[in-house]
């Protein structure tokens, strides 16, 4: 048994409402890799901003090495050597390398000596860093370099890290996982959050479960199988969505060699795109996250317009044409943050199901919106794709993620479309929703639609695609069949481990 | 040649004193811009310090004092505007026209009595013989302390933003809120203190053209300076010696019209007298077309901050 780095005794957090965590105990070893898994919603972030500074735990107490630990904020747990890589918001674009590092230390030295700090821990550690560069131009995999740069940086002892291989390609996760497994040979003990089950199996020495608030168990989740953990983790037995074949009819919608140049400075350019979508196909198009995700979503959706007859929706021209236009014809969208861009967010759901649906539904009339009818609609998906909710009038940001989720893919679906474009349809949104919205889009394959999944999630596509392709830099690969694609090909596919040869000199 | 009249020396001479108001505003609107709030009332900060600046300069008879007055009471005003946007989150562009609306209005009631009244004069800074040299003496070393103090001030700001460790907790509060929070930065804190220092310094800038450039009050004395500061903050893309350049641009263009005027250029006045606001324009529409990048606006600007935790 290892010496106890961490104990947590019956930390109570609740919020009005919700109790986000209830009678939490548990210990993280010197040293070890410690899992902490479960749902959205299950109070994994509650309990590590409570360890982190970031909420004051209601009831319960902390110790680290023996001593009592109750940080008031960050720097304190910072100063007694925690520190916390982010899934995300914690870095700023127009700083550069150096200044985003000193912004999460406690006694920076000057910018030119923590230059040359930071060059020699990123190879030290394979995870190779130019101090001067500007955030907002690195990738996701070099943008968590950053963050766990400037963690090592203060050599901490415990390291805690937030849902870390959600935006890496499998190769770079393979190198992430070789820095932790250094860091933990090295006495450094970890908190690693993530609800990737395989991964947790291939990296952790222990693992805590935790479901609405409360643990479920501790364990050793090498003695488990990832579908033991997953029914731990979501306290019910789970069904992987049926695909009937089914067969593809006509091609609906085509893209030919589309470059387009994305509206966001720190986006990317789409980079000549081709590809072909026929009736019934649901195609899978995987990438690391800012690779041109968001502009591909909205070129299809006529957010960006290109030139008319590089964008074909059943052989017409439709590139010209802006989203509504497109709706008309049968091409419907749903963008991966919802609140804000499918959803507004202080607006009822009925007025929300109006803003996308008035066309294809006809709820509005000579300029006079049918609230009855739209109402009626509202009340529909609500019950067709188990939105939980009190009901309609409820405004879009009081919904849980996984509903609104359910709601915003649920309208598009009910539109009866001939083509659905969706962009991380299942992010943030709990096991059971993500189900749901699965076989939702399975189901509108199935009566004829072509469907275009946009993921970052690869066990999702390979759940539901049937073709596949990723996308690297703003370019599009090759569509190929996605049986029989294992997941090395497919890192491949979406680039690889980017610049990654000197942290395979270093680890080798 | 009726341009023959305007004596280049005197012209610029007369650009800096021009300058220094809306410098000194825009300045303080960069740092409030920069910690990511976009406060509109600057012509209301500006104002109050006219007014508020030249009362107590009349009463004490000091205009050292009533520059202090002048920043005071700038401060007052945008410690409501901070209550209002960060305390009870109100929206940053109604509360900061809101601002602007009752800069006017009160001040207009608190400087009734001191219409036509001349304050104290503020002695210009002997600098010796560096004011005998030809030309650039007559043009560079004939001014008051103040026109010297602001551009020892923008180089302040920008040593303060570019390297003080202050100044990079500010960059990023103003990039990205969520992070800074995360970090465990105080968010508000940082740019209460922001929103301070803008009204400060668009109360100096006003109590500049009250006691200075003027000088003299009048109701509503400051036409639109505090929009051209606002504008000035965006054509400099948010850079403090872009900001003096932008200044001295403006105030280029303000001296040469009203000299054109007194040359008797045969052009309607009004059409001089709108030249600045209309470059403004021009100048926000260039910068605009393109396309946010190279823009440079801090990321949270004028975005609410809700703590999530």
């Known amino acids: ?230 029914e731990l983790m979501v306290g019910q037995v789970l069904h992987p969505p049926e695909r009937p074949a089914r067969p593809m009819g006509d091609v609906v919608l085509s893209v030919d060699k589309l470059s387009l140049h994305s509206n966001n400075p720190f986006g990317t350019s789409l980079k000549d795109i081709s590809f072909s979508l026929r009736a019934g196909e649901v195609l899978g198009i995987a990438g690391v996250a800012g690779n041109g995700q968001d502009e591909l979503l909205l070129m299809l959706s006529g957010e960006l317009q290109a030139p008319s007859a590089q964008v074909r929706l059943k052989g017409q021209p439709v590139g010209h044409l802006g989203p509504n236009a497109r709706r008309k014809r049968g091409l419907v969208s749903a963008p991966e943050e ?92 709990d096991a059971a929703a993500a189900a749901t919205i699965r076989q939702a889009l399975l189901d509108l394959a199935g009566k004829g639609a072509g469907v275009l999944v946009i993921s970052q999630d690869l066990d999702e596509l390979l759940e539901i695609a049937d073709s596949f392709a990723a996308l690297n830099e703003g370019r599009l690969t090759p569509v190929r069949p996605a049986r029989g694609l294992d997941v090395e090909e497919i890192g491949l596919m979406m680039g690889g481990a980017h610049d990654m040869h000197v942290a395979q000199e270093a680890s080798a | 040649m009726i341009l023959g009249s305007i004596n280049p020396a005197v012209l610029m001479a007369a650009l800096m004193v021009a300058a220094t108001p809306i410098l000194l505003a825009a300045i303080g609107e960069l740092v409030v811009e920069k910690a990511g709030v976009l406060n509109l009332g600057v012509e209301g900060m500006m104002i109050m310090g006219a007014c508020v600046g030249f009362i107590i300069a009349v009463n004490t008879g000091s205009p050292f004092i009533g520059f202090i007055g002048a920043a005071l009471g700038g401060i007052a005003l945008s410690l409501l505007f901070a209550l209002l946007t960060q305390a009870l989150m109100t929206n940053q562009v109604a509360s900061g026209l809101a601002l602007t609306l009752f800069g006017l209005g009160l001040t207009a009631l608190l400087g009734q009595q001191y219409v036509g009244i001349t304050p104290p004069r503020t002695p210009k800074l002997d600098l010796g013989p560096l004011s005998d040299i030809p030309f650039l003496g007559r043009a560079l070393f004939t001014h008051d302390i103040v026109v010297y103090l602001t551009i020892a001030l923008v180089g302040a700001v920008w040593w303060f933003l570019k390297y003080s460790r ?102 309607p006045v009004e059409y001089l007298s709108m030249s600045p606001y209309l470059i403004t324009i021009l100048v926000l529409v260039i910068i605009s077309s393109g396309k946010g990048r190279g823009l440079n606006a801090p990321g949270s600007l004028n975005k609410p901050f809700h703590a999530s935790s």
């Not at chain 1, 910072?78 to 127009?94: C, E, I, N, T």
């Not at chain 1, 009855?372 to 067709?384: K, L, S, W």
């Not at chain 2, 036409?223 to 403090?240: D, E, K, N, Q, T």
């Open chain 2, 166 to 267: 202050a100044g990079m907790i500010l960059r990023a509060v103003g990039e990205n809120h969520d992070a800074a929070h995360a970090l465990g930065y105080h968010v508000k804190r940082v740019r209460v203190l922001a929103i301070m220092f803008g009204g400060a310094c668009a109360g100096l800038g006003g109590a500049y053209l009250s006691l200075i450039r003027v000088p003299q009050w009048t109701e509503g004395m400051t036409v639109g300076a505090g929009w051209i500061a606002l504008a000035l903050v965006v054509f400099a893309s948010w850079r403090p010696w872009r900001a003096m350049a932008g200044a001295y641009l403006f105030g280029g263009i303000v001296v040469l019209q009203l000299n054109l005027q007194a040359a008797g250029v045969r052009i």
């Open chain 1, 1 to 230: 048994m290892r010496k106890s780095l961490l104990r947590l005794e019956g930390l109570t957090k609740a919020y009005p409402g919700v109790v986000a965590n209830d009678d939490v105990s548990f210990d993280i070893g010197e040293g070890q890799i410690h899992a902490l898994l479960g749902e959205n919603g299950a109070g994994k972030s509650t309990l590590v901003k409570m360890i982190y500074g970031l909420v004051k735990p209601d009831a319960g107490q902390m110790t680290l090495r023996d001593q009592p630990f109750a940080p008031a904020q960050p720097s304190d747990a910072r100063r007694k050597g925690v520190a916390m890589v982010f899934q995300h918001f914690s870095l700023f674009d127009a700083m550069d390398v150096a200044e985003n590092v000193a912004l999460g230390m406690e006694n920076p030295p000057p910018l030119r000596d923590l230059a040359r700090r930071i060059r020699d821990v990123s190879e030290a550690y394979g995870l190779p860093l130019d101090p001067t560069r500007l955030v907002g131009e690195l990738s996701a995999g070099e943008r968590q370099r950053v963050e766990i740069v400037r963690c090592l940086l203060q050599d901490p002892k415990l390291l805690i890290m937030d849902e870390p291989t959600s935006v890496l390609t499998p190769q770079e996760v393979d190198i992430l996982f070789r820095t932790l497994r250094k860091l933990s040979s090295e006495g450094t003990a970890i908190l690693y959050i993530s609800h990737k089950l395989e991964e947790i199996r291939a990296l952790c020495d222990e693992a805590t479960i935790l479901r609405g608030g409360r643990k479920i168990a501790t364990c050793d989740p090498r003695e488990k199988s990832a579908r033991e953990l997953a």
């Open chain 1, 338 to 429: 919802r609140l804000g861009h499918a959803a507004a967010p202080d607006m009822s759901l009925t007025s929300n199901a109006l803003l996308s649906a008035s066309e294809r539904k006809g709820l509005a009339s000579r300029g006079f919106i049918d609230w009855p009818a739209t109402e009626v609609f509202a009340r529909d998906i609500i019950a067709r794709f188990d939105v939980r909710t009190p009901g309609p009038h409820v405004l879009a940001r009081a919904l849980s993620g996984g509903n609104l989720q359910k709601f915003v893919i649920g309208r598009e679906i009910e539109l009866d479309p001939d083509v659905i474009v969706v962009n991380q349809p299942t992010w943030g949104v």
